[in-house]
């Protein structure tokens, strides 16, 4: 993928991006995925150790984090990029957005396999976590400080500690909806408010017994 696609496909993605020029200049997201490049070509020559090297200066540079030996597809945003990791293992789809703060990461110390397969246009909101031997799906869509431990099918919207899923692929959403999933999470109702207002209905039964008790022993 050539540096003129690079910087199109943030253009396309970035509606604050004013020219080429700026995003060459002042996209920490793009360097990192140049850097990714160069390193990857090494890792994968076994030069492990200057392809560590590399990556480890583009982290000082960024501030993103990307294992030579990830695998990524074609035309990743990574939007701010502050923040972000990507694990050895993990593997990246094409067309995939990730805002800044996401953590591609694993959950052990084991060996092999053990950081998570994203599909073609997935988006990881800001702060979140996908963690483990996982696949998301294509069209997945992460909400921000989400975290994710179990695979997700394709088209489906997950937000939430830990990430469920609060809409299918019947309704597709765009990459910078992000009100749009939030609005999601917040018309299911969670575990936590079940709960307070089953505590609510608790005390109100509670008080009206007491009442009743009060009444009583009046009379």
């Known amino acids: 993928m050539s540096l003129r696609d690079h910087i199109q496909t943030i253009k396309r993605e970035d509606p604050a991006a004013k020219s080429g020029l ?82 591609l990461g694993g959950t052990g110390n084991e060996k092999g396999k053990r950081h998570p397969t994203l599909g073609n246009r997935v988006v990881v909101g800001a702060g979140a976590a996908v963690l483990g031997n996982i696949k998301l799906g294509d069209d997945v869509r992460v909400g921000a400080g989400s975290v994710v431990v179990h695979s997700v099918s394709e088209g489906a919207t997950v937000v939430g500690i830990p990430g469920r899923v609060v809409r299918s692929r019947a309704e597709k959403l765009g ?32 008080q009206l017994l007491l009442e009743d008790r009060v009444g009583q022993a009046r009379g």
Do not use: M, N
């Not at 408010?193 to 505590?199: H, K």
């Open 22 to 103: 700026e995003i060459l200049l002042c996209y920490p997201g793009l360097h990192a995925i140049l850097f990714h490049g160069v390193s990857s070509w090494f890792y994968r020559r076994r030069w492990y150790v200057l392809a560590r090297f590399i990556s480890h200066i583009a982290r000082v540079l960024t501030g993103i984090e990307i294992h030579p030996g990830a695998k990524i597809g074609q035309r990743l945003f990574i939007d701010h990029g502050l923040g972000v990791v990507i694990g050895e293992t993990a593997e990246i789809g094409d067309d995939v957005l990730l805002y800044q703060g996401v953590t």
């Open 175 to 206: 990459a910078l909806e992000h009100g749009r999933i939030a609005a999601s999470a917040e018309s299911e109702p969670t575990d936590l408010e079940q709960l307070s207002d089953r505590i609510r209905q608790l005390e109100a039964l509670i």
